[in-house]
């Protein structure tokens, strides 16, 4: 990416040559990279931090780009293309599940398992709306220490509600127009959901989740409504990656790696 010392944030991701592409790409990889030895492996690979910290990062990229597309559309344009960014691609991968690779883990294994056709149209039914996914395949993937066919899925269902989330700070005019003070607040508030959950005790998973990935996508919505006032300091950029990098190896308490 090609970036001029003395443009602002925005300038600088926002202009039409940039790796964010690239990047996204590379956080993926990651994921897949840092779940892969546990699934073949009945232990912790020691290297699962990296997936953490590359959901976490994807979730803040976000949160910058999203909001600014949400600047630049009306509000059905908005939640159409927001609809496009995950369902058909989600759709595709579970079909190829139940016909490509379900068949082909049957017909390929050491061992016949007990795999039917029934329960395959019960996961594309029970996995079609997000919610609630479900990972497994009754009778399949016999063996493995996790039986999830697209584990990595679990996030999409909270990045369509940020999504949703970004929607009255866009769209509603007296909330866009107090955007900056808005987004700032909405932040601030999300570091205290963890030590809040924490003094509760509470057990409903999906609110940790919520604790970890809200405060990262807001982040990025963050970094967008102050990016005019943000330079750009190559010194600083690698800095903070390393910061970054480390916070994570640590499990900082805002980067959880897994929940």
Not at 19 to 28: D, E, G, Q, T, V
Not at 166 to 192: D, E, M, N, R
Not at 225 to 235: A, F, N, R
């Given at each position: ?78 939640l159409w293309r927001r609809f496009l960014r995950i369902f058909p691609g989600y759709w ?168």
């Open positions: 990416m090609h970036i001029q010392a003395n443009h602002n944030l925005r300038q600088a991701i926002l202009q039409s040559r940039n790796s964010l592409n690239f990047i996204r790409f590379l956080l993926a990889s990651l994921v897949i990279w840092g779940h892969a030895y546990p699934l073949v492996e009945d232990r912790d690979s020691g290297m699962e931090f990296v997936a953490g910290m590359a959901v976490n990062l994807f979730f803040c990229i976000s949160g910058f780009l999203i909001l600014a597309s949400a600047q630049r559309v009306g509000l059905l344009s908005y595709v991968s579970l079909l190829f599940i139940v016909l490509v690779a379900v068949p082909l883990s049957y017909l390929l294994g050491s061992s016949q398992f007990a795999w039917n056709t029934t329960e395959s149209i019960r996961y594309l039914s029970n996995n079609f709306d997000l919610y609630k996914i479900q990972f497994s395949i009754p009778g399949t993937l016999e063996g493995m220490h996790y039986d999830a066919w697209n584990g990595s899925t679990w996030t999409l269902w909270y990045e369509f509600i940020a999504y949703l989330c970004l929607v009255p700070i866009a769209y509603i005019p007296i909330v866009k127009k107090y955007q900056k003070a808005v987004v700032t607040g909405a932040f601030a508030l999300s570091l205290l959901m963890y030590p809040v959950l924490s003094y509760v005790d509470a057990s409903t998973n999906m609110y940790w989740v919520f604790a970890r990935l809200a405060p990262m996508f807001l982040a990025g919505a963050l970094l967008y409504v102050w990016g005019e006032y943000i330079k750009v300091i190559p010194s600083l950029a690698v800095g903070a990656t390393i910061a970054t990098v480390v916070l994570h190896m640590l499990n900082n308490v805002y980067m959880m790696n897994s929940l």
